[in-house]
């Protein structure tokens, strides 16, 4: 039947977009890399929505995901820092390379996801395509703003070892997914949503990377609060 192949086809998309984007990385055109991340996350949103409506889901669907979120949300990603550090004229040529460890931890975290059956209601770790919208975003604004300064080379080395944890951590993030509408219960989620406007309206592309932040950092208040 012809509609088993429609979710296959809409992953397979989402794999192209991160190979375009990979490819405008490589050419240093950050905005058009992260617009095709963005396309790639559409095609991902979709894929297992159109499986699970038309009752066609399958493992080899789910790998390929996999595979395609891999290369969309975690190589383009990993050559958007690697072709930014080229172009800071750091003086370290093995630094850029080291940019390519978070295409591993991707991997790692996608197999991860994969096997992991606490993540039906939120995610354990920070998801892939968030960590590749906080990349993409990021970097975009610096070349915009043409921020540059002494050391601002470390400071992305840094970040980049710090999103290779989250990605993998056993830190229990929140998904936008809602039982009910109602305030009680969903706070945290009605709070990232209303804040996510103005970080947006005030930053531009770059507030994409303050949402991804700020999002880490509410899912983190969740759980201390959930402790007490």
Same mark, same amino acid.
């Given at each position: 039947?012809?509609?088993?192949?429609?979710?296959? %086809?809409? %992953?397979?998309?989402?794999?192209?977009?991160?190979?375009?984007?990979?490819?405008?990385?490589?050419?240093?055109?950050?905005?058009?890399?992260?617009?095709?991340?963005?396309?790639?996350?559409?095609?991902?949103?979709?894929?297992?929505? $159109?499986?699970?409506?038309?009752?066609?889901?399958?493992?080899?669907?789910?790998?390929?995901?996999?595979?395609?979120?891999?290369?969309?949300?975690?190589?383009?990603?990993?050559?958007?820092?690697?072709?930014?550090?080229?172009?800071?004229?750091?003086?370290?040529?093995?630094?850029?390379?080291?940019?390519?460890?978070?295409?591993?931890?991707?991997?790692?975290?996608?197999?991860?996801?994969?096997?992991?059956?606490?993540?039906?209601?939120?995610?354990?770790?920070?998801?892939?395509?968030?960590?590749?919208?906080?990349?993409? $975003?990021? =970097?975009?604004?610096?070349?915009?703003?043409?921020?540059?300064?002494?050391?601002?080379?470390?400071?992305?080395?840094?970040?980049?070892?710090?999103?290779?944890?989250?990605?993998?951590?056993?830190?229990?993030?929140?998904?936008?997914?809602?039982?009910?509408?109602?305030?009680?219960?969903?706070?945290?989620?009605? =709070?990232?949503?209303? $804040?996510?406007?103005?970080?947006?309206?005030?930053?531009? =592309?770059?507030?994409?990377?303050?949402?991804?932040?700020?999002? =880490?950092?509410?899912?983190?208040?969740?759980?201390? %609060?959930?402790?007490?």
């Amino acid at each position: 039947m012809f509609k088993k192949h429609i979710p296959n %086809t809409i %992953t397979c998309c989402n794999l192209i977009s991160g190979c375009i984007a990979t490819l405008y990385a490589f050419e240093a055109n950050f905005d058009m890399a992260l617009l095709f991340i963005i396309i790639g996350a559409v095609f991902d949103f979709f894929d297992g929505m $159109s499986a699970r409506l038309l009752g066609v889901s399958s493992p080899i669907g789910k790998e390929l995901d996999s595979l395609a979120d891999d290369i969309t949300f975690g190589f383009a990603p990993s050559a958007i820092v690697f072709s930014y550090l080229c172009t800071s004229h750091t003086h370290l040529v093995w630094m850029p390379y080291l940019a390519f460890v978070m295409a591993a931890f991707s991997a790692l975290r996608l197999a991860k996801f994969n096997l992991d059956e606490r993540q039906a209601l939120g995610f354990i770790g920070l998801p892939t395509p968030a960590n590749a919208l906080f990349w993409g $975003s990021l =970097v975009c604004g610096l070349t915009e703003y043409e921020v540059a300064f002494d050391g601002l080379e470390w400071i992305i080395l840094v970040g980049t070892f710090i999103s290779c944890y989250l990605l993998i951590a056993e830190i229990p993030m929140f998904a936008l997914k809602f039982k009910h509408w109602g305030w009680k219960g969903n706070e945290i989620k009605y =709070v990232f949503v209303l $804040s996510c406007v103005p970080l947006l309206l005030l930053l531009g =592309v770059s507030g994409f990377a303050a949402i991804i932040a700020w999002y =880490v950092v509410l899912s983190e208040f969740a759980n201390v %609060t959930k402790k007490k």
